[in-house]
């Protein structure tokens, strides 16, 4: 098995983990500041050594990212960023979160009593009061159902039955 030849890495594929938040640890996502430099994380796991600027780190992450899914990199590196929910206002005031799962079109959360519930299945359940409850709401329901991997199941779940893109591709052949 031959290895794929080494694509360049241009502005606009370092422009995909470009992080705009002015209080992100550096200016790309999957880039973290480290004693003596900065690393690159894929799957939460060390791509390369420590780089010297967090540009060299990202550049190291993006040619990580194509050698393993090739052109498809930049749809498969936004669905990582993807949480499996959304939150929606509730008429009224308030939040509900919507999970997205597979085999379920959508399943509507709220609250009960403080904890986490379906709004279809449990008589009383409301929504959260707060976008940030909304948020925490779906952790403590996605680890409920599913124990500590909760967050990745919902995440990884994600409506493949609506957009076969949702779905974690395998890595490209090399």
Do not use: H, I, N
């Amino acid at each position: 098995m031959s290895t794929p030849p080494e694509t360049p890495v241009t502005q606009a594929d370092l422009g995909v983990l470009a992080d705009p938040r002015p209080d992100a640890p550096s200016p790309y996502r999957g880039v973290y500041p480290e004693k003596g430099g900065y690393v690159a994380k894929a799957f939460k796991r060390r791509v390369g050594g420590t780089f010297p600027t967090p540009r060299e780190a990202a550049k190291a992450l993006v040619a990580w990212w194509k050698a393993a899914y090739g052109r498809r990199w930049v749809s498969v590196w936004l669905l990582r960023q993807t949480p499996g929910w959304t939150l929606v206002r509730a008429a009224g005031g308030g939040w509900w979160a919507r999970a997205e799962l597979a085999g379920e079109a959508e399943v509507l959360l709220g609250q009960r009593g403080g904890a986490p519930c379906q709004a279809a299945l449990t008589p009383g359940c409301r929504p959260f009061p707060t976008r940030q409850a909304a948020r925490d709401g779906v952790a403590g329901w996605a680890e409920g159902v599913w124990g500590g991997r909760g967050r990745q199941r919902v995440r990884r779940t994600w409506a493949p039955g609506r957009s076969a893109g949702r779905s974690m591709p395998p890595r490209a052949e090399g």
